[in-house]
């Protein structure tokens, strides 16, 4: 069965970085392409990057672009998201999501991500 | 990008019909048939109950479905239950800057 494990999450500073990792099994996962979608602490879902399945295409929500970069490593089945310049709005819980015809069909439970001095 | 536009809240009684509205614009909702609906429980990660506008996914009751007008889709659930009550999702392919979008929500209570 499909299973999205997320791990990285965690407390740091404004202006620090993190990488949050998303394990990827039960699936091919150089034949998928994936999502990062956050959600703030009572809010709503924000999409926020994705990558194509061979990882040479890359697309970012505009709040992003430019601090935050994702990747993946097809020989350990990895999605990753390197967050830079960290703000206090990045605060949430962070989701890797796999692509499906224009949509997210498996979703990992989430990684808190918060942002405080 | 803006947020697709839906309603903060909706409900009903067990057995009627609800429908949550999705509103966007020719540049999302309404220039592609790639919309999408999400079930949310409170500390649980989303569940895909729709796509393609129309399309449920295997496993996903057929009291769920989808339509879109416009610029404006629609997840139409029959027969609600008590366990359907949660928040519920839009998204939509965008031409926009940020290819992706998600509506704000919509909290479906069950009374």
């Known amino acids: 069965q499909v299973q999205l494990v997320e791990s990285g999450g965690g407390v740091v500073q404004p202006g620090g970085s993190l990488r949050l990792s998303c394990a990827a099994s039960g699936f091919t996962f150089s034949s998928n392409a994936m999502h990062w979608v956050r959600q703030a602490p009572g809010k709503g879902l924000e999409w926020v990057a994705y990558?194509?399945?061979?990882?040479?295409?890359?697309h970012y929500t505009d709040s992003v672009r430019d601090r935050f970069i994702i990747s993946r490593d097809t020989s350990t089945n990895t999605l990753f998201l390197q967050m830079n310049s960290l703000r206090g709005e990045d605060t949430a819980v962070y989701y890797c999501?796999?692509?499906?015809?224009?949509?997210?069909?498996?979703w990992g439970q989430g990684t808190l991500v918060i942002v405080s001095s | 990008q803006s947020a697709l536009t839906q309603p903060a809240s909706v409900s009903g009684s067990p057995g009627q019909s609800i429908t949550i509205s999705c509103t966007g614009t020719t540049s999302d909702v309404g220039g592609y048939n790639h919309v999408s609906w999400y079930q949310q429980h409170p500390g649980k990660a989303p569940k895909l109950m729709i796509y393609e506008v129309t399309n449920r996914p295997s496993g996903v009751s057929n009291r769920f479905s989808g339509s879109k007008s416009g610029n404006t889709a629609s997840l139409t659930i029959s027969g609600l239950q008590a366990e359907d009550g949660a928040d519920y999702y839009c998204?939509?392919?965008?031409?926009?800057?940020?290819?992706?979008?998600f509506g704000g929500g919509t909290k479906l209570t069950v009374l």
């Open positions: 999501a796999k692509d499906w015809n224009w949509g997210m069909d498996y």
């Open positions: 998204c939509s392919y965008t031409s926009g800057s940020s290819p992706w979008v």
């Open positions: 990558i194509t399945s061979d990882g040479r295409g890359d």
